[in-house]
C-alpha cells in the first residue's frame, strides 16, 4: 500500500458544482482520479464483502450441520455416505476459496478510505457518510 501525502496532491480540474468530480493529480505519479471514482470502488468493494460474507456464512453453516448430523457417516464410504463427503468438501473448499478474498477485500477497502481520508483533510472537503461507500 503506497502513503498518500496531503503535500503530494493538487486540484486539477475543479468541478465548482459538485467537488467530488474535481480532478485531482498526486505528484510522483501519473494518476488523475476523481473522489466520485473511489467512492464508486468503494461501492463495489462493499458489495463484494457483503456476498462473501455471507458465502462464507452459509458455507460455514451447511458445513457444520453435515457434520452434526453425519459425523458418523463421515466414516464410512457407502455411495450415500460419499454424497454426504462431498458436500461437505464442497462447502469446505468455498470457505477456503472465499476467505482469502475477503482479506484482500478489507484490505483494498481500508486503503481506499485512507486515501478518502487524506483527499477530504488536503483539501478542506466536508465528507459526509455514504451508506453504500
Request: glycine letters at 2%; hydrophobic letters at 35%; zero cysteines.
Amino acid at each position: 500500500m503506497s502513503t498518500l501525502n496531503k503535500k503530494d496532491l493538487s486540484i486539477k480540474e475543479e468541478d465548482k458544482e459538485n467537488f467530488k468530480e474535481s480532478v485531482i493529480e498526486r505528484k510522483n505519479l501519473t494518476n488523475e482520479f476523481k473522489i466520485s471514482d473511489i467512492e464508486k470502488h468503494l461501492v463495489t468493494l462493499n458489495k463484494m464483502k457483503k456476498e462473501a460474507d455471507a458465502t462464507v456464512g452459509v458455507a460455514v453453516a451447511t458445513k457444520e450441520n453435515i457434520e452434526r448430523n453425519h459425523g458418523e457417516l463421515l466414516e464410512k464410504l457407502s455411495m450415500e455416505e460419499r454424497h454426504t463427503v462431498f458436500m461437505w468438501q464442497e462447502q469446505e473448499n468455498m470457505i477456503k476459496e472465499v476467505s482469502p478474498q475477503k482479506d484482500e477485500i478489507d484490505a483494498e477497502i481500508a486503503k481506499h478510505q485512507e486515501y478518502l481520508d487524506v483527499i477530504y483533510e488536503a483539501f478542506g472537503f466536508v465528507k459526509v457518510e455514504n451508506d453504500e461507500a
